[in-house]
């Protein structure tokens, strides 16, 4: 088996999957349901789409960002 790649997201991937223009959701949606890689992240990208979220109340988007934290890997900045 190869070696999965290894990418770092950063906020504008996540917040593109969830709420972009259809055309950049579809291309951000296929790169973060990538079996090949393994998604990398720091806890500011965390801070980065979290508050707003929670801030409007927007539970899906939350869910959808909580969600998909979980399963990446941190890297320290």
């Known amino acids: 088996m190869a070696r999965?790649?290894?990418?770092f997201l950063n906020s504008g991937v996540l917040v593109t999957a969830?709420?972009?223009?259809p055309?950049?959701?579809e291309v951000a949606s296929k790169t973060l349901e990538d079996r090949d890689r393994v998604?990398?992240?720091?806890r500011f990208v965390r801070l980065e789409?979290?508050?707003k979220a929670?801030?409007?109340?927007l539970s899906a988007e939350i869910?959808?960002?909580?969600?998909?934290?979980?399963?990446l890997?941190?890297?320290e900045i």
């Open 4 to 7: 999965p790649i290894r990418t």
């Open 18 to 21: 969830f709420n972009g223009p």
């Open 23 to 25: 055309h950049l959701r």
């Open 39 to 42: 998604f990398l992240t720091s």
């Open 49 to 51: 789409v979290l508050p």
């Open 54 to 57: 929670i801030f409007n109340m």
């Open 63 to 71: 869910h959808f960002y909580q969600s998909f934290s979980r399963a």
């Open 73 to 75: 890997q941190s890297v």
